[in-house]
RNA sequence: CGGGGUAUGGCUCAAUUGGCUAGAGCAUCUGGUUUGGGACCAGAGGAUUGUGGGUUCAAGUCCCACUACCCCGACCA
């Protein structure tokens, strides 16, 4: 992609209502823009972004045996009258003609269970699983920090559906590891830690992934010998220790909840009477589980984490493009030369951004710098004259000079 | 939802006790110069000051209502 084609700007002031760190990096550099409170326009770099983290999430949904489909955004409100959410404050209410209720999806078990239960018969249709990448909408009394809480985000959601609570237990943990290595992908799997939680309506606890960071609006108490968190919420519940080793050695910390996932066993089959026959044609209440993930919040989380005083640093695995190529100099010359290098890429099959903009050479390093691709090469007059390309890692400081020739393979 | 704050070109801000044609920087456009860390010179375009009402000879400025946005808290599948 040249610079010059791209949808959306670097801007040198920023927005004075950017609170986090994300919502200021990611609208200067030109990944979004935000439409209103808690509501962001993905543009060209910020939806790349986005893509490579859902891509990331939905080979290991596949993985564990997901199927993938898409549900709809609206829903008639009598399903959640069903399970009594419709009371939800989180839920935006809407119209349709005839006055007929209807509600944006905050999630979808009002959709998913009868959408199962229709596919479902007997004990031979399970277990099943199914998941969707979607945006979900939820009237948040106060939107904030950027792509960290949003009234419309994305959300990976998945459902499963069991014969026994024991096989829910047993794809619940397959899941679980699932979500671990999604993390570890993302390079925050370091820092991310399964959370002992609440389960809120629906479960008495659940399991959340917690990244550390200080922005982080969770407040919870790590163990550092099991590795795994309490969250604030039922910390008294557990007597302030450790739920798997018993120590009240615990290390309180903020964090950004990455991850939530719930065993809801028959809380949404029973209001809508989902069940299947079992080998004795007996029929029995289906159990469930979903585990939610959202890309959008890592997205935002992935810059609270990983940036620095001039920008951005990507993690290579989601950056909007391999290679900054940046050409220094009005030269026709020079030009000439980052453009052979381009294709050469391009050909290559590298995913490169290529500033060709008459701008200044401050400028143009700043934005390389702000937007945070893993990999600069510049080409100069100076780097010519050695028939070389610069070469800089964002999170390096020094640079080096490779030769032409050997440039391709380095890449 | 409680408390507080803000609203002025695309963006960041200014405008004396209410007073003349609402200024500047960034960005944009034209010409010139410049090219390794957000260059410089000259010129140009761009605003019914969030919306509605009120007070006044006169309102960006004061009053009322509404809306949006931000902050603190509460809330948070």
Redo the contacts with the bound molecule.
Sequence with gaps: MRYSNLFG?????????A??ANAKLLT?AGFVN?Q????YNYLPLGLRVLTKIQNIIRAEMNAVGGNEILMPTMTQESSYVQTG?DK???LFHLKGRDDSELVLN??H?EVVTPLAQKYTFSYRDLPVSVYQIQN?F?N??????GLL?GREFNMKDMYSFHVSHEDLDNYYEQVKQAYFKIYTKLGIGDITVLTYA??????KY?HEFQTFAEVG??TIYFCGKCKVAVNKEIIDDQKGACPECGTSELEERQAIEVG?I?K?AD??SKPFDFEYADSNGKNQLVQMG?Y?IGPSRLMGTLVEIFHDE??IIWPKEVAPYAVHLVS???DENIKTEAEKLYNQLVEKGVEVLWDDR?????????????IGIPT?L??????LAEESV?L?ERNKSE?EMVKMSELLSRI
């Design positions: 700007k670097t801007s040198k002031s920023i927005q004075a209502d609170d986090s200067q935000k209103m409170a808690g509501v959410r939800m404050d989180v905050p999630t078990e979900k939820r948040e009394p106060r939107a904030k920090s809480r609440s389960g809120g309506v629906f479960s659940s609006e969770d939530n719930f809801l809380k949404f979903c939610g001039k920008g220094l100099g009005a008459d701008a200044s050479a401050g400028a143009k390093l700043a934005d390389a710098d702000l600069r510049v080409v100069s007059k100076k780097t610069e800089k640079a």
